[in-house]
């Protein structure tokens, strides 16, 4: 891993109106949250529903609109106006918790639509690339089913290979196996776990917190909008010093 700082977050707010037309009432769902995502990083953000976790993520591509702070990607200020959100976007893989697959088209040309149109490839190196990421997740064969004809599970590898097929340099996971049954999350998680051996850089909101253990390098924990505590998995996980923390831990490793 090198100590280059790809994302760099500083006093991140995101507040929605609440139910009350009073200038007051507002949902803070991240009140000034700072942190460094560093090139090769795997960075897994747990915490409780509600406590800003993909509030957080969906900041960092401007999927939501930050109320206030600043986001530095690769050394652009992406929260500034003048900045074209849509070229980093391409440098960003972003994978949600419902695979968000056309239904429409064929796994192959889920895969190819975005590169040949956003990276300008051709169609035959759009489809090399796309088998060859498909081979690597077990799916070559699935290459002209549609997502109908997949598990969840299946679905969910195509949605991370179609992300890798824009060649980002950032990889966000929303809960990505919050939707599978229990049997399917497994192969799901093994792809991530490939992918960080392959040093490739990574954020993770998840309840996963085996996969925390074994495969991140930094571990966040967030309740009500703020970082709670953060550091190695050893630290948060087996060692942590917040009370918050702790009883968190307790109810979801029980």
């Given amino acids: 891993m090198t100590t280059d700082v790809l994302i760099q977050v500083t006093e991140l707010q995101k507040h929605f109106k609440g139910t009350q037309q009073s200038q007051d ?23 409780p529903s509600g406590s800003g976790k993909s509030t957080f993520l969906r900041c ?5 609109l930050p109320t206030g702070g600043q986001i530095l990607f690769d050394g652009a200020d992406i929260t500034d106006k003048n900045c074209n ?4 976007r391409q440098k960003m893989g972003m994978v949600f ?10 796994i192959l040309k889920n895969m190819t639509i975005a590169p040949m149109q956003l990276l300008h490839k051709s169609k035959e190196d759009a489809e090399k690339t796309a088998l060859e990421l498909l081979s690597r ?7 002209n089913a549609y997502p109908s004809q997949l598990s969840g599970g299946q679905k969910q590898r195509v949605a991370i290979v179609r992300a890798l097929a824009m060649q980002p340099e950032v990889m966000l996971f929303d809960e990505p196996t919050s939707a599978l049954d229990p049997e399917l999350t497994g192969e799901v998680l093994n792809v991530m776990k490939k992918l960080a051996d392959k040093k490739m850089t990574m954020l993770v ?13 930094h571990v966040i924990f967030m309740d009500g909008g703020y970082i709670i505590e953060q550091g190695s998995p050893n630290d948060v996980l087996e060692n942590p010093k917040n009370e918050r923390t ?8 029980r």
């Fill in 137 to 143: 997740v077990g799916l070559a064969d699935r290459a």
């Fill in 60 to 64: 960092l591509n401007l999927l939501e």
């Fill in 205 to 217: 909101v998840t309840h996963e917190i085996a996969f925390a253990k074994e495969v991140a390098s």
């Fill in 97 to 106: 918790q419902h695979f968000n697959l056309f239904p429409h088209m064929t």
């Fill in 25 to 47: 009432d507002k949902i803070r769902a991240l009140d000034g949250v700072s942190a460094q995502i560093h090139r090769g990083e795997v960075v897994v953000v747990i915490g």
């Fill in 85 to 88: 959100i849509n070229l980093h």
């Fill in 246 to 253: 702790v009883k968190f831990l307790e109810r979801v490793l």
